[in-house]
Every structure is written in structure tokens, then in C-alpha cells.
């Protein structure tokens, strides 16, 4: 698999580089946070993130005031395993290299299949703050190659990623895919995710 870098045009469509000031603090936070004994964990909010000078600037400037949760996915990874999109933009600042598979939110099928083979993967350097749009698929990071491991912040407004208190009304086809607050989730069979809508059609990638 082609791997090209975030400055590459090709990344455009998906999201785009932040100018986020001083992460220093978050990068070092981050890097405190013990890997999980295996594959990725995450947390939504932490406050070694959330109460930090920086996370509150890139709330005020990044969302203009929305209320955010600060929180972080890490661990060990090469694989899609999963899409997901929000109805609003996410952003990570990378703690190390990571490896984004990303696509577009209007390639989705009528009957909500996705087709792996219109993926791209994307390098992220550590120290880079990126915009993922509201319409961009994308899920978990991989490792970069020559990396063990890998530690992504992520913020996203207040509330997301909870359990579902409610049922959703099914009348609109896309919220088949509702699977957390603020979150809809397309799974590849091989990934065995309990819950989620069975829908990527192809290669499960591996970076």
C-alpha cells in the first residue's frame, strides 16, 4: 500500500493541517500514558489532556467555544478493522508517527457497504495537529512503518463516543449505523466487532 504524506495534495478532500500552537504539553502528556498490554485502547476524556492551556485553546479556536472531550486512542495496530464517521470534525495531534486509512462519507452504498480498495493511507509525523472533516471515514491509527506502536490525541465535542440511551429511528438508512453518541460505524467481518453494522466490502487493509 501507497503511503502518502499529509502535505500531500491527495490529503485535501480529507481533513487539513492545523496551525495549533504549542503542543509540547500535550505530546509530553500523551507520551506518559503506558501502552495497553495489547492491540489499541481509548478514552474519550482525560484530564491530563482536557486541563491543559493547550486543549483549551484548540477548543476556542478549533471549535469556536463548543464544549470538547480530550482524550487519546494508542497501542499496536495494522489493520482497517472498521470505518467510522461523526456529524462533526475530529481532531488529533500525533504523539508519534502514525498511518491514517481514510475515505469519503459519500462513497458509501446505497445499502451502506463500503468498498475497501477507495481507501488512501496518510503518514502523520509526530508534533503534526490535523482537521479531520465530518465527512471523512476513518477509525483507529496504524503504525507507522519502522514504529512500535503509536499515540494519537483526539478531541471531539463533549459527549461523543457514549452508549446509546435511546433508539434511533431508522427511517433515514444511515442511522442503521448509529453506534455510539455522535458516531456511525461500519465494520470489515474479519474484525468480529460485536454491535456493528457488517459493511466493508474488500481487503481488510494492513499498513
Known sequence: MQIFDVTDERFRPYGRIVNAGDLDELI????????????????????????????HRLEQTLY??????????????????????????????????????????????DDLTYDTDQLEAFLIPKGTAIEVYATTLHFAPCEAPGQDGFRCLVMLPAGTNLDLD??????????????KTNKWLIAHPDAHKEGAFVGLVGENLRV
Open 166 to 179: 435511546f433508539t434511533v429511528d431508522t427511517q433515514d438508512p444511515m442511522n442503521r449505523l448509529l453506534f
Open 28 to 55: 509530553t502528556n500523551l507520551s506518559a500514558v503506558p501502552y495497553p498490554p495489547e492491540k489499541t485502547q481509548y478514552v474519550a476524556n482525560t484530564a491530563a489532556l482536557a486541563d491543559t492551556k493547550a486543549a
Open 64 to 109: 469556536g467555544g463548543v464544549p470538547t472531550e480530550t482524550g487519546y486512542c494508542i497501542g499496536h495496530n495494522h489493520l482497517l478493522n472498521c470505518l467510522e464517521f461523526h456529524s462533526s470534525s475530529e481532531i488529533n495531534v500525533a504523539a508519534t508517527d502514525f498511518v491514517l486509512l481514510l475515505g469519503k462519507r459519500q462513497d458509501i452504498h
